[in-house]
T-cell receptor, first 116, second 108 residues
Framework: GAGVSQSPRYKVAKRGQDVALRCDPI?????LFWYQQALGQGPEFLTY????????KSGLPSDRFFAERPEGSVSTLKIQRTQQEDSAVYLCASSLLRGVYYNEQFFGPGTRLTVL | SQQGEEDPQALSIQEGENATMNCSYK?????LQWYRQNSGRGLVHLILIRSNEREKHSGRLRVTLDTSKKSSSLLITASRAADTASYFCATDASVLQFGAGTQVVVTP
């Protein structure tokens, strides 16, 4: 497709369940980013991939959060043993390159996760 | 924690008026960007201004950057109802850091 896609768009989980959120970046984009956006707040950085390498995971809030991009394209953000504070919109973005000079990030529509 | 802080938090104007919002940040940056987010959707990149630039224009958008004051402003001229959205500034020091946003409502 022409843009970044994410699935599912909405996910409701019971507390303690594991969830997996998928991101399909724009074809050919080297960099992929995950963000968490709480209600009424701006996105907060979670993690960053360059191709299949996870170069920065400093924003992951706990070891229950895990992200992968095994073939350098599609990425999955997994949250284990979900808790109510994990409820948020999870945004994925991709960019063609990343370096000293910033390249525009293209965002997907996000996955709204609600943990009951 | 979020690097940028937008001001005001909310702004309500009528079509045709100008909308101005400000962003302050804390640390040195490579560049600063402004994004728009419509309700329930992802962010759309509006404009990027590099740390050595002071002003930039794109259509009805005008962005200024004052690195000595660590602040930026976004001006939307001749606003339209379709400009109703949340606007975020984001700084790129090492990773992209967003503020909490300004919610703009433009009424016909």
């Amino acid at each position: 497709g022409a843009g970044v896609s994410q699935s599912p768009r909405y996910k409701v989980a019971k507390r303690g369940q594991d969830v997996a959120l998928r991101c399909d970046p724009i074809s050919g984009h080297v960099s992929l980013f995950w963000y968490q956006q709480a209600l009424g707040q701006g996105p907060e950085f979670l993690t960053y991939f360059q191709n299949e390498a996870q170069l920065d995971k400093s924003g992951l809030p706990s070891d229950r959060f895990f992200a992968e991009r095994p073939e350098g394209s599609v990425s999955t953000l997994k949250i284990q043993r979900t808790q109510q504070e994990d409820s948020a919109v999870y945004l994925c973005a991709s960019s063609l390159l990343r370096g000293v000079y910033y390249n525009e990030q293209f965002f997907g529509p996000g996955t709204r996760l609600t943990v009951l | 924690s979020q690097q940028g802080e937008e001001d005001p938090q909310a702004l309500s104007i009528q079509e045709g008026e100008n909308a101005t919002m400000n962003c302050s940040y804390k640390t040195s940056i490579n560049n600063l960007q402004w994004y728009r987010q419509n309700s329930g959707r992802g962010l759309v990149h509006l404009i990027l201004i590099r740390s050595n630039e002071r002003e930039k224009h794109s259509g009805r958008l005008r962005v200024t950057l004052d690195t000595s004051k660590k602040s930026s402003s976004l001006l939307i001229t001749a606003s339209r109802a379709a400009d109703t959205a949340s606007y975020f500034c984001a700084t790129d020091a090492s990773v992209l850091q967003f503020g909490a946003g300004t919610q703009v409502v433009v009424t016909p």
